[in-house]
């Protein structure tokens, strides 16, 4: 069975108050508000930026454009600091705090898995590799 994030209304009165958000809450004091916060809005200040390439991490809106590059999500982090984000999305959003949060842990983890990647191998042969 697959999990099914729940929708935004249906979340509990007051959950942003838990602790384990709190540090989360100051990249995005809208986290819990009525619309999602866009993708454009994870690109607030303060920048950050690729601790092992120096690239300027980005989050862009994960669309078929994006995705026409060949590269697997980690590689593109590493040679262009783009992250791919799909829109209205609890697993990606919570991914940009924690590149803003933790951006040295997220570029060590990001820069390891590109390199358990064969060179030249795209994006569908890592997927195909990993199941």
Not at 93 to 102: E, G, P, V, Y
Request: cysteine-free.
């Amino acid at each position: 069975m697959r999990f099914v994030a729940p929708a935004r209304t249906a979340l509990s009165p007051g959950v942003e108050q838990h602790p384990a958000l709190h540090e989360l809450l100051v990249f995005e004091p809208g986290l819990f508000g009525a619309e999602w916060p866009s993708v454009e809005s994870l690109n607030r200040l303060p920048r950050i930026q690729h601790r092992l390439t120096g690239q300027p991490i980005r989050f862009v809106e994960q669309n078929p454009a994006l995705l026409s590059d060949g590269l697997h999500y980690e590689q593109r982090i590493v040679q262009s600091g783009l992250v791919a984000t799909r829109p209205e999305n609890w697993h990606d959003l919570f991914n940009a705090l924690m590149w803003r949060r933790f951006s040295s842990l997220k570029s060590a983890v990001n820069w390891r898995y590109t390199r358990e990647f064969p060179a030249g191998v795209g994006q569908e042969q890592v997927a195909r590799r990993w199941r």
